[in-house]
């Protein structure tokens, strides 16, 4: 589709039912492969990023079955492989999550530098700084492959340096077959690192402290299958909540925890809206023309980079002066000079 056109000026009324979370997915895709045997995952998001991951895993020698359109049967017994070529990885960042569990699965991983949203510079040194501590050997080829060998994973204390999603998602994932106890701090507590630990320990991993900056990993020596369904995607959710308020609209958004949208029903309700919180649905109401409110992102529980354009985007209309500021990620402004034309 090269074109959307949008017949604007209405507000939003009625009900929308959110898919699971995309953040969640591609890492708890990735952690299939250190089951050794089928799992069946479900509430899967129907996006690019899964589709892409799906076929990676498929081309490593995994076998798919898709039950329906947001639930997958993967037998990842049948994977003979621990090289991720450019060509699977380059649409799609979170590919690098695959070092971890191919890591802890064969001892070894080679994974070409992965593509995907363009943030600006996202290094992936406290990756390799885990790696090396659970007694890996890190080499970056010139062909941007990144080889990391292991042949016997050892647990160890990992603190980063930074609050990074990514490298405690890496480092859980190679964590859970490492020999012994990994303890690591200063950890990103995103509701998806929490979903990612409970389908681990579905599959028979001893994780403990998702949530918190301390997350605790005693490596088992076997893992087996499992069914688990992914939860919701706090970021559609809140995007279908700014659109409410943003038109003046009244929607009933389904499928959240509203528990992950706590920041972002602060801020909405600071512009003036109204939030009716239910078990697992958040209804939201425009009351007019958003009143201003300053946003600053920050690592969960702080206010999602990831919602940080929707935001901007309403304050654009909003009644008086806001200030945005991106803690997270830099480069992340570079939609503002579309909003300015």
């Known amino acids: 589709m090269d074109k ?17 979370a995309k953040n969640a997915a591609v890492a708890i895709l990735p952690a299939v492969i250190l089951a050794q045997d089928v799992c069946r995952v479900e509430n899967i998001p129907n996006i690019s990023d899964v589709t892409m991951m799906i076929r ?23 994977i003979n492989s621990y090289v991720v070529s450019h060509d699977m990885t380059k649409h799609l960042r979170a590919s690098y999550y695959l070092i971890g569990s191919l890591l802890a699965r064969f001892g070894r991983a080679k994974v070409a530098m992965p593509g995907g949203c363009n943030f600006g510079v996202r290094p992936i040194d406290q990756h390799i700084k885990g790696f090396e501590i659970l007694g890996s050997t890190v080499t970056l080829k010139e062909n941007a492959m990144i080889d990391v060998e292991a042949p016997d994973l050892t647990g160890g204390l990992v603190y980063f340096d930074v609050v990074s999603v990514g490298a405690t998602i890496n480092l859980m994932l190679a964590a859970v ?77 389904k499928n959240v925890i509203p528990k992950h949208l706590e920041s972002i029903t602060a801020k909405l309700i600071q512009c003036g809206a109204t939030v009716e919180e239910y078990d697992d649905s958040v209804r939201v109401i425009g009351n007019g023309r958003p009143g201003k409110c300053n946003i600053k992102t920050m690592p969960h529980p702080g206010f999602p980079t990831d919602m940080q354009p929707q935001f901007a985007t309403m304050l654009s209309i909003a009644d008086g002066t806001s200030i945005v500021s991106e803690g997270v990620w830099d480069s992340r402004f570079q939609y503002v000079e579309q909003l300015a034309r």
Not at 4 to 16: A, D, F, M, S
Not at 58 to 76: C, F, M, P, R
Not at 203 to 232: F, L, N, W
């Open 177 to 253: 077959k490492a020999k012994g106890l990994t303890i690591i701090e200063n950890a990103a507590k995103e509701p998806h690192i929490v979903d990612l630990a409970n389908f681990l320990n579905s599959m028979g991993a001893d994780v403990r402290g998702a949530g918190t900056d301390v997350i605790k990993i005693r490596g088992v020596e076997h893992m087996h299958g499992c069914t688990y369904s992914i939860i919701p995607d706090q970021i559609e959710a809140g995007t279908f909540m700014v659109a409410a308020v943003a038109t003046n609209g009244n929607v009933l958004v």
């Open 56 to 78: 990676i895993l498929h081309q490593l020698g995994a076998k798919i079955t898709k039950v329906d359109e947001n639930t997958y049967d993967i037998d990842s017994s049948t």
């Open 4 to 20: 959307i056109y949008i017949n604007g000026g209405k507000p939003l009324h009625g009900e929308v039912t959110v898919s699971g």
